[in-house]
Each structure stands twice: as C-alpha cells, then as structure tokens.
C-alpha cells in the first residue's frame, strides 16, 4: 500500500518531503501536494521530515484510505512534479500551530 498525503499538507506545503524522495513521486498544485502511488516505493524516508505529519502509510490510516489513494492519484496526474525543496507559504505557520505541530 503506498504513502499518502493528507489534508495537513493544506496551507502549509513545506516539501521538506520532496528533498528525500528518491522517485520524484510528488505532485503539487500552489496549495499542497499529493503522492502518485503508482510510482511511490513505500521506502517512507518521507514520513518523518513532515513537520505537520501529513504523510501516512495508507495502511495507517483508520478510513477512508483507499479514497485518500485515489485522490493522491488523480491529482498527481493532474499536476506537475516537484522536485525541488522551496519555502512553505506564508500561511504555514499558523496552520502548522492550528494542527498542535
Ligand atoms: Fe506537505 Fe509535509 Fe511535504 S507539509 S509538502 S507533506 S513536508
């Protein structure tokens, strides 16, 4: 089962993830990002550099999982990589206190 990413990506999109990833497997719109899990290798280097633990092994996840895969799946098909770790946005911080991080 691959890796996904959760709405806690949301108003932050810090890619610290993207800096580790050995597959290119991210995909981001200018709000978040999202993980092809049809190229990602479950390798999980990714999983504890989030700063807003938004990345889980979809075996993690209570519910709602496969939804969670799909919607990583259409919208990384939908996007371009990213490739290159940038500065989270400008909302960032406040999201990233509002989620207890
Ligand atoms: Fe999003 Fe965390 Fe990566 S906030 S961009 S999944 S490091």
Do not use: W
Request: proline content about 8%.
């Amino acid at each position: 089962m691959p890796h996904v990413i959760t709405d806690n990506c949301q108003a932050c999109r810090y890619t610290e993830c993207v800096g580790v990833c050995p597959v290119d497997c991210f995909h981001g719109s200018a709000d978040r990002l999202y993980i092809d899990p049809d190229v990602c290798i479950d390798c999980a280097a990714c999983v504890p550099i989030c700063p807003v633990k938004a990345i889980s092994d979809s075996f993690d996840l209570e519910s709602g999982a496969e939804a969670l895969i799909e919607l990583n799946r259409r919208r990384a098909r939908e996007l371009p990589v990213v490739a290159d770790q940038c500065d989270p946005l400008p909302t960032a911080a406040d999201r990233r206190l509002a989620l207890g991080y």
